[in-house]
T-cell receptor, first 114, second 110 residues
């Protein structure tokens, strides 16, 4: 079975540029989560969706970050404009339930902002 | 606020020995706990989970113990193998969707 698919795997861009990260969740999963992982802060939940609706975006760092889920099989996380401190690995995960089933993670997008 | 933490940042064991990775959580309302394994360059991989109405659950070579009284989780890996080398995270689903601890790196010595 296909797991969570993220693209691109790596992204290197200059500060000020717009960055778009993409995620395809596991089919049938109603929940989709975006995380950021850094050495300093570990894994942080940025936002999650239930049935394509954003439920909790309290982890989104600032207005430069936005996330959408136009349909059940696709989500984007956008950073505009990007800054060097946004450099991190961004993970997408999906699950069938928020609090009784494990989340399944993609392999992440390694983002470097120069 | 809620937090999930780990006692030891790095654990080194001999191949074939048993490993025990510990985790403390602070949110007494947490009712579901998960252990993940993360290898270099990959996303966290689900290992085993446990609900708050249980105190022990076993999988293949892994056992999770939950002590709600002291808000403590542990992951036991039997007969540790080189392929078990990774960072291990505990996580709980309390008020937010999932809160991760800082992770423990398990190093398996041949």
């Amino acid at each position: 079975d296909a797991g969570v698919i993220q693209s691109p795997r790596h992204e290197v861009t200059e500060m000020g540029q717009e960055v778009t990260l993409r995620c395809k969740p596991i089919s049938g999963h109603d929940y989709l989560f975006w995380y950021r992982q850094t050495m300093m802060r570990g894994l942080e939940l940025l936002i999650y969706f239930n049935n394509n609706v954003p439920i909790d975006d309290s982890g989104m760092p600032e207005d430069r970050f936005s996330a959408k889920m136009p349909n059940a099989s696709f989500s984007t996380l956008k950073i505009q404009p990007s800054e060097p401190r946004d450099s991190a690995v961004y993970f997408c995960a999906s699950s069938g339930d928020r609090s009784s089933q494990p989340q399944h993670f993609g392999d992440g997008t390694r983002l470097s902002i120069l | 606020g809620e937090s999930v933490g780990l006692h030891l940042p790095t654990l080194s064991v001999q191949e074939g020995d048993n490993s025990i990775i510990n985790c403390a959580y602070s949110n007494s309302a947490s009712d579901y706990f998960i252990w993940y394994k993360q290898e270099s360059g990959k996303g966290p991989q689900f290992i085993i989970d446990i609900r708050s109405n249980m105190d022990k659950r076993q999988g293949q070579r892994v056992t999770v113990l939950l002590n709600k009284t002291v808000k403590h989780l542990s992951l036991q890996i039997a007969a540790t193998q080189p392929g078990d080398s990774a960072v291990y995270f505990c996580a709980d689903t309390g008020r937010r969707a999932l809160t991760f601890g800082s992770g423990t790196r398990l190093q398996v010595q041949p």
